[in-house]
Structures are given as structure tokens and as C-alpha cells.
């Protein structure tokens, strides 16, 4: 498959999946969750970087034409401009809602070698390759990013996620403690300290 072939596949999957994923919105919006049914939407809002665009608006879902060339536009941009430290953020993004995780890392690191010290990008790197199953990484950024900006709630869930993911009771213990000391209320405690427990006892 040729580099033009091979795009023009990915911007389709791209594609669809943001029109499906803003039709559900639309459907979710106008009738609600049926009844029995869980909602989605704060969970898929979580998958999703707190500074991304919106991809729900009734504009975008009349016009998919616009959305197709957004999606294209976006891509294009980052690769034929590499040192469009905006292009390489947004692409990755793109990549990231679709569960691409490894394409979008690959646009992050570029963006991070253009901007070392923005914190959002090593953010995005940690998150990114703590979705992607790349443990030992994910905490490199985490921690990078911890010594950017010290107390992030977000930043120690994901430190702690990354180092329970990969085995390491010391440093996931660490983590945890943290967690619990900037944000004693915090949600994810009381699953990482059962995740402790049980990997302590193996």
C-alpha cells in the first residue's frame, strides 16, 4: 500500500468513527440513555484529552463533508509541516480518539521535541502510552510532568495506573500515597489500593 493509499485509509476510518461517534451524541442528546442503558458519555469524555475540540456540534453533523476535510486537513498539515508544533498536538489527537494510540504518540513526541517544556504535550505522552500498554514509558512522562507542575490529581492516577500496569509495588505505593495526600476524595483510591493489595500478595 502506498503513503497515499495508506492515508487516505486512515482519515475514512478517522472519518467514520467521528461521524458515528457524533450521530450518538446527537441520539443521545434528543432521547436520552434508554432505560436500564448506562451512559456512556463521562466515560468516553475521560478517553478524551480535557483540551480537545469538540467533535458533538449539530453543524458538523449536517455537514460530514466538513468533517471529512477537517480530518484531512489535519493530517496533511502535520505531516508535510513537521515543525508546526500545533499541527503534530492536533493530529495526535485525532489518532488518540480512535484508539490509535501508537500514531498518536508518534505526533506528541514531535510536538515534545519542538516544545520540551509544554506541559500539556508530556501529559498527552503519558496518557497516550499508558493507554497504549507502554508502562514503563508512561511513567517517564508522568514523572516528567510531576516535575513540571507537582499536585496534578490527573498526573498521579495516571503515575499510579502506570506502575501497578507494569508490577511495581514500591513505586505504585509511592504514587498512591500521593495521590491520597494532594486528593484524599479522589475515586480512583480505592481501586488502586485493592490492586496494591493484591499485587503485594503475589
Given at each position: 500500500m502506498t503513503r497515499e493509499n495508506l492515508l487516505f485509509a486512515i482519515i475514512g476510518i478517522l472519518f467514520g468513527f467521528i461521524v458515528g461517534f457524533m450521530f450518538a451524541s446527537t441520539m443521545g442528546q434528543k432521547y436520552g440513555p434508554a432505560q436500564g442503558t448506562p451512559n456512556l458519555g463521562a466515560s468516553s469524555a475521560q478517553s478524551i484529552p480535557a483540551d480537545h475540540p469538540p467533535v458533538g456540534s449539530q453543524n458538523a453533523m449536517n455537514d460530514p463533508a466538513a468533517v471529512r476535510e477537517q480530518v484531512t486537513s489535519s493530517i496533511e498539515k502535520a505531516r508535510k509541516d513537521p515543525n508546526n508544533f500545533?499541527?503534530?498536538?492536533?493530529?495526535?489527537?485525532?489518532?488518540?480518539?480512535?484508539?490509535?494510540?501508537?500514531?498518536?504518540?508518534?505526533?506528541?513526541v514531535k510536538a515534545n521535541q519542538l516544545k520540551p517544556t509544554d506541559y500539556d504535550t508530556v501529559v498527552l505522552l503519558g496518557m497516550g502510552n499508558l493507554d497504549a500498554a507502554h508502562y514503563d514509558v508512561a511513567e517517564k512522562w508522568y514523572r516528567?510532568?510531576?516535575?513540571?507542575?507537582?499536585?496534578?490529581?490527573?498526573?498521579?492516577?495516571?503515575l499510579a495506573a502506570a506502575t501497578l500496569s507494569r508490577g511495581d509495588a514500591k513505586a505504585a505505593e509511592d504514587a498512591i500515597a500521593q495521590l491520597e495526600k494532594v486528593d484524599p476524595t479522589s475515586v480512583d483510591l480505592p481501586q488502586f489500593k485493592d490492586q496494591l493489595e493484591t499485587l503485594k500478595k503475589k
Amino acid at each position: 500500500m502506498t503513503r497515499e493509499n495508506l492515508l487516505f485509509a486512515i482519515i475514512g476510518i478517522l472519518f467514520g468513527f467521528i461521524v458515528g461517534f457524533m450521530f450518538a451524541s446527537t441520539m443521545g442528546q434528543k432521547y436520552g440513555p434508554a432505560q436500564g442503558t448506562p451512559n456512556l458519555g463521562a466515560s468516553s469524555a475521560q478517553s478524551i484529552p480535557a483540551d480537545h475540540p469538540p467533535v458533538g456540534s449539530q453543524n458538523a453533523m449536517n455537514d460530514p463533508a466538513a468533517v471529512r476535510e477537517q480530518v484531512t486537513s489535519s493530517i496533511e498539515k502535520a505531516r508535510k509541516d513537521p515543525n508546526n508544533f500545533e499541527a503534530q498536538v492536533e493530529a495526535g489527537k485525532l489518532f488518540y480518539q480512535i484508539q490509535r494510540y501508537d500514531q498518536a504518540i508518534e505526533f506528541w513526541v514531535k510536538a515534545n521535541q519542538l516544545k520540551p517544556t509544554d506541559y500539556d504535550t508530556v501529559v498527552l505522552l503519558g496518557m497516550g502510552n499508558l493507554d497504549a500498554a507502554h508502562y514503563d514509558v508512561a511513567e517517564k512522562w508522568y514523572r516528567a510532568a510531576l516535575k513540571m507542575k507537582q499536585g496534578d490529581v490527573m498526573v498521579l492516577s495516571g503515575l499510579a495506573a502506570a506502575t501497578l500496569s507494569r508490577g511495581d509495588a514500591k513505586a505504585a505505593e509511592d504514587a498512591i500515597a500521593q495521590l491520597e495526600k494532594v486528593d484524599p476524595t479522589s475515586v480512583d483510591l480505592p481501586q488502586f489500593k485493592d490492586q496494591l493489595e493484591t499485587l503485594k500478595k503475589k
